[in-house]
């Protein structure tokens, strides 16, 4: 049985935890003052691919596009799925691309300069800073892999060479559904915030401590496994990736005007007892109103 | 007409610019019911192009575009808000959701000329593909969208709440090579930003340049769930249904739904009368602090709700804390529930638009906040002026002193 080859795509992203994160006096994300850290969402696919470490003894792959500075969320990705392999795609022209363009160089590094071919690919649901979910998918399809989205939990059947993921779609208006789905590899899969990996036996325990271990030291000289490619070593299509290859464009940021008032609020002391008692008396009665709606 | 004339959004052409026309929605249903955001993104279409068709003397459609196993009962009801026609891909295999077969269905439907020429003969000879394309920013359209775009080579904007079509003038320094350029009907895609305080509006442009000169159509985005009204149904309206038989590959098959099951939410906003919700106001000490919460959501008999940024678990909390109540079930507003209880409470909560959409239509609405100038005080009836750790066990109090009372009488 071969070995499963997997890859994980990363993002670095501010770190909007308490502390690190800092906002300006409108609300708005101060870039300058946040931290950076590797994405939320980033952290939980690679938590998803050591899984497949402890219990397959997969080969891990992780890769980001990004400035020079995104080697900390790889070294951090590292410290979590004990990846063997760091790639990261890091050239001006690729500053501004959208998540066609983005699609696009991540496509090219896992195809061409990882080795062998993929089994699985992972990503996080989303950034939390912007991009909306589509990066992952749209590698997939470039890629040609079958896209299983909104994953919960998954295992691998290496006889048949097949998937099987839970998938939970939540959705407006209805309850939430939990599909269970059959795919051959290779698969990408994006990995909901609410994924879990369950390790159950002792022998899945005791790999898990091992490769925990090996992925801090690993992570400690995480430069002997990193390889950074510009666009050139990339090899890329210089018209399709960057602000050539992005379709859409970012045109204007503005302030979501206030909207108007649509209560008028009375304005009580919390520390007045009157105030409270009255706050009290106004809540019961809102809630043994008779509403007709 | 040659057949690689390209539009190149200028004045001159009037029929030609009809290459990339009409706006196809992707339509949603899951056990026999269509989602309501299919209906909401219907209603925008049709309010979008009403003025559209008025403004540029055009007769583009709305495009209604449903897949699935016997689906054909649904059209007329798609009719009726608000699409001119519905393209119908009924066919046992498209009974579940399988990404690959779904983007390459809604991608063939997508680029027939047949389809085009029920649609409009009038532009059909010149029909590329859509000019626009609608999906819904939920479980199924995020994903559907980002990889039917790929295969359209085309650009999509994530979870949009506003939509603006306009002539533009834009200059860019790679996809115009630094001149100013027209482009005609644009589609102004605004998206919140996660702060729910900033709007981002995305284009999705051709590039004139002449080294990297493309075409970018449709102009593809996905939509909120909640954000607009459908329009009210019309029994009357006329439409055309277009029966599309899917192409399916043999190979896409091995894809198997093996299990689909219904959940039951441990979190319901519907049977409670009262919901209690808290935001980044917890910050400095936040196990201590929603149990305040969830105490002031006993005495009111309440269900909890939270802002999206808590969701995130981006504050340090204990583990139970955390699973039972940082979780995404519970976030109110437009990434979550749109409720509306009998009385709201809002602790520790500025009010970002995002959170305004979900709770806006409750029936009293309490807001606990120590600062007077959040957003929150405008969509409120009470402002409580005070830090949640001093005013919610003064609350609490006193609720258990009226609750004694009402026993007692």
Not at chain 2, 17 to 44: F, N, Q, R, T, W
Not at chain 2, 176 to 193: I, N, Q, S
Not at chain 2, 258 to 273: A, G, N, P, Q, T
Request: proline share 5%.
């Amino acid at each position: 049985m071969e070995p499963l080859n997997l890859a994980v795509i990363v993002k670095l992203e501010p770190d909007f935890s308490e502390g690190n994160v800092s906002y300006k006096p409108d609300g708005t994300l101060n870039r300058n003052e946040t931290k950076n850290t590797l994405g939320p969402h980033s952290g939980i696919a690679a938590k998803a691919a050591f899984y497949a470490k402890v219990k397959y003894d997969a080969k891990i792959s992780v890769c980001s596009m990004g400035p020079p500075l995104a080697e900390l969320a790889l070294e951090q990705a590292q410290q979590t799925c004990d990846a063997d392999v760091l790639h990261l795609y890091s050239d001006r022209i690729f500053a501004g691309a959208d998540t066609l363009a983005t699609a696009e160089t991540l496509r090219t590094g896992i195809t061409d300069k990882m080795e062998g071919k993929m089994d699985i690919v992972f990503s996080g649901h989303r950034a939390s800073d912007g991009e909306t979910g589509q990066t992952g998918p749209q590698t997939a399809w470039k890629l040609g892999f079958t896209f299983l989205g909104n994953v919960i939990s998954y295992d691998v059947n290496l006889e048949k060479r097949t998937v099987v993921a839970k998938c939970l779609l939540t959705l407006n208006g209805v309850p939430n559904v939990v599909e269970e789905i059959e795919a051959p590899l290779p698969v990408f899969i994006s990995i909901d915030p609410s994924y879990k990996s369950n390790y159950t036996t002792v022998s899945q325990r005791i790999a898990f401590e091992k490769y925990q271990k090996e992925a801090y030291e690993r992570a400690k000289n995480y430069k002997q496994y990193l390889k950074v490619y510009n666009i050139d070593e990339l090899g890329v299509d210089k018209t399709l990736v960057g602000l050539a290859g992005s379709p859409t464009i970012v045109y204007q940021v503005e302030r979501i005007p206030k909207g108007k008032a649509t209560r008028q609020a009375e304005v009580l002391d919390g520390s007045n007892p009157e105030h409270i008692r009255k706050a009290v008396a106004k809540m019961k009665e809102a809630l043994s109103a008779m509403v007709i709606k | 007409m040659s057949e690689d004339w390209r539009c190149s959004g200028c004045d001159s052409c009037k029929t030609e610019c009809e290459a990339y026309s009409h706006v196809y929605v992707i339509m949603e249903h899951i056990d026999g019911k269509i989602l309501p955001v299919s209906l909401e993104m219907l209603g925008e279409a049709r309010r979008l192009f009403d003025d559209y068709n008025a403004r540029y003397s055009s007769n583009e459609k709305v495009v209604a575009v449903i897949l699935g196993n016997d689906i054909k009962d649904f059209s007329k009801e798609l009719i009726e808000y608000g699409a001119d026609i519905v393209v119908c891909a009924d066919h046992p295999e498209l009974k579940d959701l399988r990404n690959t077969i779904h983007t390459k269905v809604v991608s063939q439907i997508a680029l027939d000329k047949e389809i085009a020429s029920k649609i409009e003969p009038n532009y059909a000879k010149q029909f590329k593909k859509p000019r626009y394309i609608f999906f819904a920013a939920d479980s199924i359209g995020r994903h559907l969208s980002s990889t039917v775009l790929v295969e359209l080579e085309s650009g999509l904007a994530s979870d949009i709440n506003k939509l603006v079509i306009k002539d533009l003038n834009v200059t860019h320094q790679i996809k115009t090579d630094g001149k100013a350029t027209d482009f005609k009907k644009t589609l102004e895609m605004y998206r919140p930003d996660f702060s729910g305080f900033l709007w981002t509006t995305i284009l999705c442009l051709n590039n004139t340049t002449p080294a990297i000169k493309r075409e970018y159509y449709p102009q593809g985005c996905s939509i909120i769930p909640g954000v607009f009204e459908p329009i009210k149904p019309d029994p009357k309206r006329s439409g055309e249904i277009i029966f599309y038989e899917p192409k399916i590959e043999k190979n896409d098959l091995k894809v198997k739904v093996l299990s689909h099951k219904i959940i039951k939410s441990e979190v319901d906003f519907e049977i409670r009368k009262a919901v209690v919700s808290f935001g980044r106001g917890i910050k400095d000490a936040p196990d201590e602090n929603i149990k305040l919460v969830t105490e002031l959501a006993k005495q009111l008999d309440a269900e909890i709700g939270i802002s999206l940024p808590i969701s995130k678990k981006l504050l340090p909390a204990s583990q139970s804390i955390s699973s039972t109540y940082m979780i995404p079930a519970r976030v109110i507003g437009t990434s979550g529930s749109k409720i509306s209880p009998m009385l709201y409470v809002a602790v520790g909560i500025s009010g970002a638009m995002q959170h305004i959409a979900g709770m806006q239509d409750s029936e009293f609405v309490v807001a606990i906040n120590p600062d007077e100038n959040s957003p929150i005080k405008n969509e409120c009836d009470i402002f409580i002026n005070g830090r949640m750790e001093d005013v919610i066990p003064l609350l609490v109090e006193e609720l258990k002193k009226q609750q004694q009372v009402v026993q007692a009488g």
